[in-house]
C-alpha cells in the first residue's frame, strides 16, 4: 500500500511563501508522475502542479504559473512545492497524488491518481 504525506502548510500573510513536501512510502518515486491538488472549503478538488519523471518536465494551473515551483528529489522518494507570492485565493488543502502508471505523461485529471495522501491545510491572510 502506497501512502503518501504531505508536510509544510500553515498560516501565512499574502504575499509570502511556504514550500510543500510529500513523501512516498515505496521503494522509488523513480518512473512515477506526482501531482499537487487542492480543495478550498465547498469546492472541488482542483489540480495544482504536476512533475514527469522524464526530464523534470512539470505542468502547472493557470492560477499558479509564475508563482508556484513543484520539484522532485528521487533519492529522497520526496516531491516538493514551492509556494511563493501567495494570495488568499489559495487558501485549501493541499493533497499530494500518485499516478500508478510508470513511465505514463502527465496528467490534471484526480481520476487518474490513485494514491492520496491526507492532505496539509494552507492559508492566507490578506
Known amino acids: 500500500q502506497v501512502q503518501l504525506v504531505e508536510s509544510g502548510g500553515g498560516l501565512v500573510q499574502a504575499g509570502g511563501s511556504l514550500r510543500l513536501s510529500c513523501v512516498a512510502s515505496?521503494?522509488?518515486?523513480?518512473?512515477?508522475?506526482l501531482a499537487w491538488f487542492r480543495q478550498a472549503p465547498g469546492e472541488e478538488r482542483e489540480f495544482v502542479s504536476a512533475?514527469?519523471?522524464?526530464?523534470?518536465?512539470?505542468l502547472y494551473a493557470d492560477a499558479v504559473k509564475g508563482r508556484f515551483a513543484i520539484s522532485r528529489d528521487n533519492d529522497m522518494n520526496t516531491v516538493f512545492l514551492q509556494m511563493d507570492s501567495l494570495e488568499p485565493e489559495d487558501t485549501a488543502d493541499y493533497f499530494c497524488?500518485?499516478?500508478?502508471?510508470?513511465?505514463?505523461?502527465?496528467?490534471?485529471?484526480?481520476?487518474?491518481?490513485?494514491?492520496w495522501g491526507q492532505g496539509t491545510q494552507v492559508t492566507v491572510s490578506s
Open positions: 497524488a500518485l499516478n500508478p502508471e510508470r513511465w505514463g505523461p502527465m496528467k490534471r485529471a484526480a481520476g487518474t491518481y490513485t494514491f
Open positions: 515505496i521503494p522509488s518515486i523513480n518512473g512515477y508522475v
Open positions: 512533475i514527469s519523471w522524464k526530464n523534470q518536465n512539470t
